[in-house]
T-cell receptor, first 112, second 114 residues
Framework: QQQVKQSPQSLIVQKGGISIINCAYE??????FPWYQQFPGKGPALLIA?????SEKKEGRFTISFNKSAKQFSLHIMDSQPGDSATYFC???????????FGAGTTVTVRA | DTEVTQTPKHLVMGMTNKKSLKCEQH?????MYWYKQKAKKPPELMFV?????LSINESVPSRFSPECPNSSLLNLHLHALQPEDSALYLC?????WGRGTEAFFGQGTRLTVV
């Protein structure tokens, strides 16, 4: 049973466009929400993370929006570049747990 | 240094072989993890070591045997694997558990069982 639902499965965006990936969760005990970026043949790399006491966090062209009441969070990639083409995973974890619950992943393709 | 180093990068082994995957980190992290990742799927947790003690075993078959010789090293011993065990095996580490503790992943070992 997947605890974090991620959509879409894949998306194609033109260079300079905005990529939006959405995640939803059920477990209200989740306290930490990271996003990972993974290139083919490589391990996931932490991109940005948010805690539920913050509604938005921005790092460069990457922004997480968090809606605690709706139990949803999303990643926005502004001014998307071909180098952003990768698979993105959202994840969630409770405060006192090691285990990350991952979304199914979104493959982003940025066309030049 | 925010690196988790895994060796080897690629491994092909027969079903009767015994091999080991190695993972090393020098960030002073006290939690280390093994994940398995199949193509186009998210990583699946296998084992967690906390302060060099096995903390979580996600019902992994005994043909996978983890070992944590010290706080910087993590091994995964493989024996009598099946072709369906072919996957990317990822090691990760974090300071411990707790609020905002990020997990850093290695590059993975691409394992093929023939």
């Amino acid at each position: 049973q997947q605890q974090v639902k991620q959509s879409p499965q894949s998306l194609i965006v033109q260079k300079g466009g905005i990529s939006i990936i959405n995640c939803a969760y059920e477990n209200t005990a989740f306290d930490y929400f990271p996003w990972y970026q993974q290139f083919p043949g490589k391990g996931p790399a932490l991109l940005i993370a948010i805690r539920p006491d913050v509604s938005e966090k921005k790092e460069g062209r990457f922004t997480i929006s968090f809606n605690k009441s709706a139990k949803q969070f999303s990643l926005h990639i502004m001014d998307s570049q071909p180098g952003d083409s990768a698979t993105y995973f959202c994840a969630a974890r409770t405060l006192n747990d090691y285990k990350l619950s991952f979304g199914a992943g979104t493959t982003v393709t940025v066309r030049a | 240094d925010t690196e988790v180093t895994q060796t080897p990068k690629h491994l092909v082994m027969g079903m009767t072989n015994k091999k080991s995957l190695k993972c090393e980190q020098h960030m002073g992290h006290r939690a280390m993890y093994w994940y398995k990742q199949k193509a186009k799927k998210p990583p699946e947790l296998m084992f967690v070591y906390s302060y060099e003690k096995l903390s979580i075993n996600e019902s992994v078959p005994s043909r996978f045997s983890p070992e944590c010789p010290n706080s910087s090293l993590l091994n995964l011993h493989l024996h009598a694997l099946q072709p369906e065990d072919s996957a990317l095996y990822l090691c990760a580490s974090s300071q411990d558990w707790g609020r905002g503790t990020e997990a850093f992943f290695g590059q993975g070992t691409r394992l093929t069982v023939v």
